[in-house]
Structure formats: structure tokens, C-alpha cells
């Protein structure tokens, strides 16, 4: 199989993603479409993995109460993390607080 060529245009396209992507930490409470969820992990089991070991797993989370027991979770492992580190390393974690949830019609960071 020979590798895609890609033209000037698709390259340059690709450098603007590339520097328009950004740290997301404001999600949208809306239920993701099942079939635009099914692309995005097929495109997510494409990324190189060493030895393609491919060594993630995704779990879909609907409910609630479960959803907030992760996030609580999420928080306390990350404020241990950021206990380990200097100050200045720490500052670049961030607060884990800083993530947030989008109300439905509210439009997230631009």
C-alpha cells in the first residue's frame, strides 16, 4: 500500500488545526449523537500506539450520579498529582476545578 500524497493545500489546513487545538475544559451536557460517536473512536483506534498495543479502553457513562462520581475521582487524583509537583509544575497542571460544563445553547471557548 503506498502512502496518501498530500497536496499544498490539505498541508496547510493541517498546520491550522494543528495550531488552533486547544486544552478543552468547558464540555457540553448534551448527548453526543450515537453514530458521531461510533466515527470518533473509530478515528481514536487509528492513533499509533507502541507495538500497536492500543492500550485504551472507552466506556460510555449515561448515568448521573456515575458521571459525578468520576469527576469527583478525576479531582482527587489530580490534586494528589499536583501535590507532587514544585510550584511552578503545578501551576501548569491547573485547577482541576477549572473544568466546567456547558448549559445546552451556551457556546464554549473561541
Known amino acids: 500500500m503506498q502512502p496518501p500524497e498530500f497536496s499544498d493545500d490539505f498541508r ?3 498546520r491550522e488545526l494543528l ?3 486547544r486544552d478543552v475544559r468547558r464540555f457540553r451536557r448534551q448527548p453526543i449523537d450515537p453514530a458521531i460517536l461510533g466515527e470518533l473512536l473509530s478515528f481514536a483506534r487509528l492513533a499509533p500506539s507502541v507495538g500497536n498495543s492500543q492500550p485504551w479502553r472507552f466506556v460510555l457513562v449515561e448515568e448521573p450520579e456515575r458521571r459525578a462520581e468520576i469527576r469527583d475521582v478525576f479531582a482527587r487524583c489530580n ?4 501535590a507532587t509537583y514544585s510550584d511552578a509544575r503545578a501551576a501548569l497542571l491547573g485547577e482541576s476545578s477549572s473544568y466546567s460544563y ?3 445553547g451556551e457556546k464554549g471557548p473561541a
Open 19 to 21: 495550531a488552533w487545538r
Open 102 to 104: 456547558l448549559t445546552p
Open 79 to 82: 490534586e494528589a498529582a499536583r
Open 12 to 14: 496547510r489546513q493541517f
